[in-house]
């Protein structure tokens, strides 16, 4: 066997295989933003001087911030102390629990706002009762929330999962050894320990549902100041103007980018090595 | 050890070819355009296949057109491609490829034509469509002539003002506004009890259908092509309404001309405008 | 004196002891992993219910299945000190120390003079004000320890306290045990599986194989 030989194939395998890993990570990251970089292309600072301050722009970026501001702050709410009761208790079913909330993940939105339809609509499941003690939610801007929600809570929820499975249980149990209540420790112990993980998770939600669209105008339609946020308004105005259309999107995008890069300084500031 | 990572090379070596070939046909399919525009995905007509760029409010008459076609013609498949006008004609400007365009706003004909889009001596008026009232079965907001579509606490769905079924609906309510058909105050009252603009006329009928709205303005042919009992209609005197006109023709991009034009040709034959009368469209004569 | 008699039913094996430890007594539970000396330590903090049995420190019983009795965690008044010590790192020594008295509402004044006192006795008092993420691991033992004692518990469990430490914190940490304890005139219940360390820091040895206590030895007379 002629060692030298080997060495010098194996060394140059070892540089095909880089070479070929790099052309891979160049392809997938010019798939991803050369789409973006066409539409920036198509951006003049008068055509956003001109149309962002459109009443109709301007209504649905303040709808679309409230909406799934409060969209995430009911997440946060409900699903932090439920992804840790989730997390830290053994129960029959739980498996299947994992997977309802992987689901809208995968859900085509237009499917969960349809099926938000034919639950909260006045002809609905439960939207037949509510209708009968006068609560019809379709087509409100509360029905912009809860499908927000129903498409973003993912994002949060596996996310705090993860972080209170990591979290050695050591902490919160010594928490309690030392006479702490199981809300205290919750409060002083566990929150501090997963905060920075937790808040990336929400901006990850909020941005998500930003973005929402399909299951929106399933489900609360399309009337501006009142349900269409800022990607209904993109594709209502994709019909006519389509500067507007434009101008929206790069907007949107520069909300997302922003988002995105919030969350890399939030994970990459990590305090504790929990 | 050189055994598993000479694997691990060919596994690359596969995955960057499966890529490679991906980009290619991805690339080919977009190079049709002059513009170098990012590509909207469309499938390119080749042999007896055609693509038709259909509005939307075709919807429901496509499914008997494409298979009495290709019966007609062995051998043919008609892909309908089934959006807002607006959006379709956007597509053809962004450089997506199809054979055959049906429009159902003129105005919109007019302007690929002036762009080159169409082959302009194939376009011809392809039939027409008048706006009506359409209620979910049961008529839950109790709806029994027109006035009452601007009964506070009614719940209405129209499509917005860009689509050709919004514009119609806008100036059938103003025609109606100005005639002593309804009460001075109608139009105002109408546009208040609007809980959504649909940007397709199909989003306008699902929403009447599930009956979450009261009422709904569309095309007659989308009450027509509806399961029968599923809706109930309330109809608009023609010399009110706005008559929408459909155009068709065929795409200056298209591959196969001759299939194009021939679907064309049985569209405006007798079988084809007997199949769109069916549907609630009204010929043009 | 502390009295432990429980029944567990573990995965592969019913976990089933009865022993006591007196005051200012140090006894060591050895044996492999999964033998049942951390459940052991578990169930009488509370984080663990037994099948059945009674755990009593002194006439205080903590649990009794016979009785319905099962003391929460917060309210066993035991001090627990985890293998990887298990300091809060987004605290600062001084808030780790005084975590429990602040839990049980004691007024500020005695909380930071109780505090104080034991920063002082572990001599982590330079540390006060240093998060404890940032301790090294025999620093991170001391304020374990510290934060456990300061909230005089009437029983201390230390699980592990050695194995992260070199050999001469170690020493340290064994002799400040000792003391605790013995200044205390607490019973110490402490789980390692090195035999030097048995003999080292403890009184009394009982080795556990299968959930069962197999053999007990008496190492009275090693210490001064």
Redesign the interface.
Known sequence: MNVMA?EK??KF??R??KG??A??VL?VCLYLTL?LV?LVLRVTPELLMTYLPNETVQKALWLSLLTSGIATVTVIAIGTPAAYFHSRTAYPGKTLVDTFIDLPLVLPPAVAGFSL??LF???GLLGTYLHIIGIDV??TTLAVVMAQIFVSSPFYLRQAKALFEQLDPAYEETARTLGSSSFRTFISIILPLTASGLISGAIMTFARALGEFGAT?MF?????GV?QTMPLAI????????DVAIAISVLLVAISLAIMLAVRLLTRNRKYDV | M?DS??R??TV??V??AV?TAA?AIAGCTGTTGSDN??TLATTPATGGDIVVFTAASLTGVSADLGPAFEDANPGTTVTFNLQ?T??LK?QIELGATGDVFISAKTAYTNDLMAGGYLVNETVKKLTSNYIVVILPAGN?GNITSLDDLARPGM?I?MG????PVGINTRTVIDNLANSTLVSSGWKEGVFDN??????TEP?VVT?VS????DAGFVYESSYKAAAAGSLELVPIPEEYNALQIYTVGVLSDSTNKETAQKFIDFLLSSEGQEILKNYGFTSIS | MFNCNVRKQLRDFTLDVSFQVGRGEILVLMGDNGAGKTTVLRMTAGLLTPTSGTIRIGDRILFDNAAHIDVPVENRQTGYVFQNSAVFPHMTVRDNVSFGLRARRLDPETIAARTADWLERLTIDDLADVRAGQLSGGQKQRVALARAMVTEPSLLMLDEPFTALDAKNQAAVREWIRLCVHEHDIPCLLVTHAVGDAEAVGDRLCVLEQGRIVREENFSGTHG
């Open positions: 080997d194939r194996q395998r070892a095909a295989a070929i890993a052309t891979l392809i789409p066409a339809l034919l609509g006045r002809t379709a087509f105008i609360a339609g399309n009337l501006p349900t594709y209502a105005a994709m019909q006519g103007n389509f | 050189s990572s000479a691990k090379i690359l070596f995955l960057c890529l980009l525009v990012t807002g607006q959006s956007k839950p719940k769905a917005t003002a860009e689509v609007v809980v959504t603009y649909e940007t989003g929403k599930l009956g979450e709205v």
